[in-house]
C-alpha cells in the first residue's frame, strides 16, 4: 500500500504536553470494526466495556535514563564536538545500538565522553543513522552509569515544545513498568492507575503481562513510498509461559483477550505466529492493512502519528477506512493525540 493513504491533517494544538489527571479521566473513543459510528467514554468506564473473564494483556518494560550528553574530542583540524546519543536496543552486557545527533560529527573509531571514567566507542554506522556504540563499562555498571548520567527521553512532538522535567519521571511510567530497557513508554498503559486497577479486578478482569523494550525507532518517519519497503527496527521481546497459559484458558473460555498498546499486541501476535507458545527474542514485526490477526480481539492504544507504522496497525485492526473516519471524528470532537494523549479502544468483529 502507499504509505501516503495513511496520512492525515492534525491541529499542533491537540498535541497533548501532558498526561490527563488523574490519569484515567483521559476521554476514550470506542471503535468497532468496520463501523463508521463511534462511541464516547472515558478510561474510568473501561471495566464496563469490559466482560468477566476478558483477558488484558500488558506490556511490563520500564523506560530508562536513555538520552545521553558527550563530547567527541578534537581529531585532527575537526574541533570537539557536542554529541546527543539516544540509545535504542541493547546488544549484550557492553553494547548498545543507538542514534545520534549530530551523525555528521562521527566517524568509526571516535569515542564520545560522557563524564569521568564513562565513555564509548563508535564501532559501527549504518546509513540510516543507526551506531553501534561499545561502552567503556559493561553489565550492572553500565546500567548505573546509564541511570545517572543519561536523561528520560520524551518523544520528539513533546521534546520539541518543552524540556524534560521531574514530573516527566513519573509522568511517563506506567504502573506496569518493571522491566528495565525501554527508550520510550507503552504510553496506552499510562492511562491505568491502582484504582483503575482495582475495579478491573471487581468486575473480573482477568490481567497477563509480556515485555516489549520499545526502541527509539518506533518514533523514526516512514520514508518508503510503498509500506513493502519498510524495514523495521528489532526490538526485544518476551512471551513468557504463563501468559500464554491465561490466553489459552481465555480462548477456551470464549472470552476475549485485549492488549494494552500496540507493543503488547506485537508482542503477542509475534508469539503466535506459527502457534501460540512462550518466545523471547527480537521482533521486527511489521502489521499492515491485510494481516490477519491471530490472538488480539481488542486493542487499547493511544492516538498515533501519520504515515506512522502505529497508523498502519490500527488501520489493520479496523479497517482504514473506519480508522480514518474515527480520527477525523476524534479530530473534530478535540481528542488529544500521540503519547500523552487520550486513548481508542479498537473492537474486532467476534471471531
Same mark, same amino acid.
Given at each position: 500500500m502507499r504509505v501516503s493513504d495513511f496520512d492525515f491533517d492534525l491541529p499542533q494544538d491537540l498535541i497533548a504536553l501532558r498526561p490527563a489527571v488523574p490519569r484515567e479521566s483521559a476521554r476514550l473513543l470506542i471503535v468497532r470494526e468496520g463501523s463508521l459510528e463511534f462511541g464516547e467514554a472515558t478510561l474510568r468506564?473501561?471495566?464496563?466495556?469490559?466482560?468477566? %473473564?476478558?483477558?488484558?494483556?500488558?506490556?511490563?518494560?520500564?523506560?530508562?535514563?536513555?538520552q545521553l550528553f558527550g563530547t567527541r574530542p578534537a581529531r585532527g583540524e575537526a574541533p570537539a564536538a557536542n554529541i546527543e546519543v539516544t540509545l535504542h536496543k541493547r546488544l549484550d552486557a557492553g553494547h548498545w545500538a543507538a542514534f545520534a545527533k549530530p551523525g555528521r560529527k562521527l566517524k568509526e573509531g571516535d569515542t564520545i565522553e560522557f563524564a569521568a571514567g564513562f565513555s564509548a566507542t563508535l564501532q559501527a554506522k549504518d546509513e540510516g543513522g543507526e551506531i553501534r556504540l561499545a561502552f567503556s563499562v559493561s553489565g550492572p555498571e553500565l546500567d548505573t552509569a546509564i541511570a545517572r548520567h543519561g536523561v528520560m527521553p520524551l518523544p520528539p512532538y513533546i521534546a520539541g515544545k518543552r524540556p524534560a522535567d521531574a514530573q516527566d519521571a513519573s509522568d511517563y511510567q506506567t504502573v506496569f513498568a518493571r522491566q528495565?530497557?525501554?527508550?520510550?513508554?507503552?504510553?496506552? %498503559?499510562?492511562?491505568?492507575?491502582?484504582?483503575?486497577?482495582?475495579?478491573?479486578?471487581?468486575?473480573?478482569?482477568?490481567r497477563a503481562g509480556v515485555t516489549l523494550h520499545v526502541g527509539a525507532g518506533t518514533f523514526l518517519p516512514v520514508k518508503?513510498?510503498?509500506?513493502?519497503?519498510?524495514?523495521?527496527?528489532?526490538?526485544?521481546?518476551?512471551?513468557?509461559?504463563q501468559t500464554v497459559d491465561a490466553i489459552r484458558a481465555a480462548q477456551f473460555r470464549h472470552d476475549r483477550v485485549m492488549c494494552v498498546g500496540t507493543t503488547s499486541l506485537r508482542t503477542v501476535e509475534t508469539a503466535s505466529a506459527a502457534e501460540l507458545k512462550p518466545w523471547s527474542g527480537d521482533t521486527r514485526i511489521f502489521i499492515t492493512p491485510g494481516y490477519q490477526f491471530r490472538t488480539t480481539d481488542m486493542l487499547l492504544t493511544n492516538f498515533h502519528l501519520p504515515r506512522s507504522t502505529l497508523f498502519m496497525l490500527v488501520s489493520a485492526f479496523c479497517g482504514l477506512e473506519t480508522m480514518r473516519a474515527a480520527y477525523a471524528h476524534a479530530i473534530e470532537r478535540r481528542f488529544r493525540f500521540y503519547s500523552y494523549g487520550d486513548a481508542c479502544l479498537l473492537i474486532r468483529n467476534s471471531r
Open positions: 468506564d473501561l471495566p464496563g466495556l469490559l466482560n468477566p %473473564g476478558d483477558l488484558c494483556i500488558y506490556n511490563d518494560t520500564k523506560v530508562i535514563n536513555a528495565d530497557g525501554a527508550v520510550a513508554a507503552p504510553t496506552a %498503559g499510562l492511562h491505568f492507575t491502582p484504582e483503575l486497577l482495582s475495579a478491573l479486578d471487581a468486575r473480573g478482569v482477568q518508503a513510498e510503498d509500506t513493502r519497503e519498510h524495514v523495521m527496527h528489532a526490538e526485544w521481546g518476551d512471551m513468557p509461559a
